[in-house]
């Protein structure tokens, strides 16, 4: 079939990877000059399956409320988003139930230890180097009350799927030496052996790279202005430059796959959730970063991710709508989190190289992603994935092929259908 998947991001570049690999003819439409400009720029670059719980856990709405207006809140709503959020808002808190809350996260994991499985054999057969690290993240713990809780939480979810090793303050500076300065307030940690980091960015251009030597065309700097149908079936999609044909279209934009779906499917509740990160690069060149593997700080709400010699630091949540500025009070936030945790490197990675972003997670009202057909037949979407898009983008990419292909997944599509929300 001739499919076009619309942006090349994570989700799209995966995509359009596997779409062909499975023999169809392929063209990668993305709006901006280069891959991944979006949310996949400079995100917390991990694989986490051990991260799968959506953010509207039991309780959100009354963490909302006590951390409104705090700059250092780890989720922030902005009233000035609350009208353009409000349709959205309500399905997010009707998913906080305890009952649909866990019947969310056990559909996040279970596609994201599928989608995290197949990375070997993806890096294996397109020989891809973006720096993937494969011992596995750290989640850090400042009392005894947090790692607890932290720890039956874990041990609530299948083991099959997510492994974790309990570390006392020892095994954590054992496992991590460059948390040993502040072994006296570590309470404990949990390691997550599955789990894997690299440079999410140069992973999405040197996939976009594989699929264009196994046929696939990449089209940069080309946008649309609306899909082609004759109502029961896609046609293709209107670019700047004419119309271009196509049996199959796949939506994979991100927060602008709603704009784009309009008019030829049912609304998606798929809304922008602001995240911060900056990457600390010392100027003396050839040195590594002062992590081997990313650390998430459980009571400072955000990770470091070592990256060659930078240091990746990520985290916060803000609801603001579509809005990417930076507000330079969530970024001190981040650089503090540099000082709690690496306090004998803090002044070197902060008097280098200081490269601050923000990008919008499209983050679906449920906490899951919709991928699969919706509205006329041959097109399909592929986005609503927030905080787990790399996490996710590898398996979601085979599961819409399945899908396309007319094949029998391995994972349930139902748990991931769009129509979910009809």
């Not at 959020?85 to 996040?108: D, I, P, V, Y």
């Not at 602008?256 to 995240?275: C, E, F, N, Y």
């Not at 603001?320 to 540099?338: Q, Y």
């Given at each position: 079939m001739r499919i076009i998947v619309v942006g090349a991001g994570l989700i799209g570049a995966t995509t359009a990877y596997h779409l062909v690999r499975r023999g169809h003819e392929v063209s990668l439409l993305e709006r901006h000059a280069a891959p991944a400009l979006g949310a996949s720029h400079a995100n917390g670059c991990m694989l986490t399956p051990s991260m799968a719980d959506p953010w509207n856990a039991p309780g959100v709405w009354r963490d909302l409320l006590r951390w409104a207006g705090r700059a250092d809140a780890p989720m922030l709503l902005r009233w000035r988003a609350i009208p353009g959020l409000a349709g959205w808002g309500l399905r997010f808190l009707a998913n906080s139930?305890?009952?649909?809350?866990?019947?969310?996260?056990?559909?996040?994991?279970?596609?994201?230890?599928?989608?995290?499985?197949?990375?070997?054999?993806?890096?294996?057969?397109?020989?891809?180097?973006?720096?993937?690290?494969?011992?596995?993240?750290?989640?850090?713990?400042?009392?005894?009350?947090?790692?607890?809780?932290?720890?039956?939480?874990?041990?609530?979810?299948?083991?099959?799927?997510?492994?974790?090793?309990?570390?006392?303050?020892?095994?954590?500076?054992?496992?991590?030496?460059?948390?040993?300065?502040?072994?006296?307030?570590?309470?404990?940690?949990?390691?997550?052996?599955?789990?894997?980091?690299?440079?999410?960015?140069?992973?999405?251009?040197?996939?976009?790279?594989?699929?264009?030597?196994?046929?696939?065309?990449?089209?940069l700097g080309t946008g649309i202005l609306g899909l082609e149908s004759d109502g029961s079936r896609v046609q293709g999609v209107r670019t700047g430059g004419g119309i271009m044909a196509a049996d199959a279209v796949v939506v994979t934009a991100g927060v602008d796959a709603t704009h784009l779906l309009r008019g030829a499917a049912r609304r998606l509740p798929i809304a922008p959730v602001k995240g911060y990160s900056i990457t600390f690069t010392p100027h003396d060149g050839g040195m590594t970063a002062p992590l081997r593997l990313p650390v998430v700080d459980d009571g400072l709400h955000a990770a470091a991710t070592p990256l060659g010699a930078s240091l990746r630091v990520a985290g916060t949540a803000e609801f603001v709508g579509p809005d990417a500025t930076m507000a330079p009070e969530r970024l001190e936030n981040l650089k503090g989190l540099v000082r709690a945790m690496l306090p004998r490197h803090a002044d070197h990675l902060l008097a280098g190289r200081v490269d601050p972003w923000a990008g919008l997670r499209p983050m679906c009202a449920d906490g899951v992603p919709c991928i699969g057909p919706v509205g006329p037949l041959g097109l399909f979407v592929n986005a609503g994935h927030g905080h787990l898009g790399w996490t996710m983008a590898d398996g979601s990419a085979r599961l819409l092929a399945d899908l396309v292909d007319g094949r029998e997944p391995e994972l349930d599509a139902a748990d991931y259908s769009p129509r979910r929300f009809s």
């Amino acid at each position: 079939m001739r499919i076009i998947v619309v942006g090349a991001g994570l989700i799209g570049a995966t995509t359009a990877y596997h779409l062909v690999r499975r023999g169809h003819e392929v063209s990668l439409l993305e709006r901006h000059a280069a891959p991944a400009l979006g949310a996949s720029h400079a995100n917390g670059c991990m694989l986490t399956p051990s991260m799968a719980d959506p953010w509207n856990a039991p309780g959100v709405w009354r963490d909302l409320l006590r951390w409104a207006g705090r700059a250092d809140a780890p989720m922030l709503l902005r009233w000035r988003a609350i009208p353009g959020l409000a349709g959205w808002g309500l399905r997010f808190l009707a998913n906080s139930s305890s009952a649909r809350f866990h019947a969310n996260t056990a559909r996040n994991l279970r596609l994201a230890a599928y989608s995290v499985a197949g990375m070997a054999a993806l890096r294996g057969a397109e020989q891809l180097d973006y720096g993937a690290g494969t011992l596995g993240t750290l989640k850090l713990y400042r009392n005894q009350r947090a790692f607890d809780a932290g720890l039956l939480k874990v041990k609530a979810l299948p083991a099959e799927l997510v492994e974790v090793r309990p570390l006392d303050a020892a095994g954590v500076v054992a496992l991590e030496p460059g948390l040993a300065d502040i072994s006296d307030r570590i309470a404990g940690g949990l390691h997550f052996p599955r789990d894997e980091w690299g440079d999410a960015r140069r992973f999405t251009e040197l996939l976009c790279a594989a699929a264009e030597r196994r046929g696939a065309r990449l089209l940069l700097g080309t946008g649309i202005l609306g899909l082609e149908s004759d109502g029961s079936r896609v046609q293709g999609v209107r670019t700047g430059g004419g119309i271009m044909a196509a049996d199959a279209v796949v939506v994979t934009a991100g927060v602008d796959a709603t704009h784009l779906l309009r008019g030829a499917a049912r609304r998606l509740p798929i809304a922008p959730v602001k995240g911060y990160s900056i990457t600390f690069t010392p100027h003396d060149g050839g040195m590594t970063a002062p992590l081997r593997l990313p650390v998430v700080d459980d009571g400072l709400h955000a990770a470091a991710t070592p990256l060659g010699a930078s240091l990746r630091v990520a985290g916060t949540a803000e609801f603001v709508g579509p809005d990417a500025t930076m507000a330079p009070e969530r970024l001190e936030n981040l650089k503090g989190l540099v000082r709690a945790m690496l306090p004998r490197h803090a002044d070197h990675l902060l008097a280098g190289r200081v490269d601050p972003w923000a990008g919008l997670r499209p983050m679906c009202a449920d906490g899951v992603p919709c991928i699969g057909p919706v509205g006329p037949l041959g097109l399909f979407v592929n986005a609503g994935h927030g905080h787990l898009g790399w996490t996710m983008a590898d398996g979601s990419a085979r599961l819409l092929a399945d899908l396309v292909d007319g094949r029998e997944p391995e994972l349930d599509a139902a748990d991931y259908s769009p129509r979910r929300f009809s």
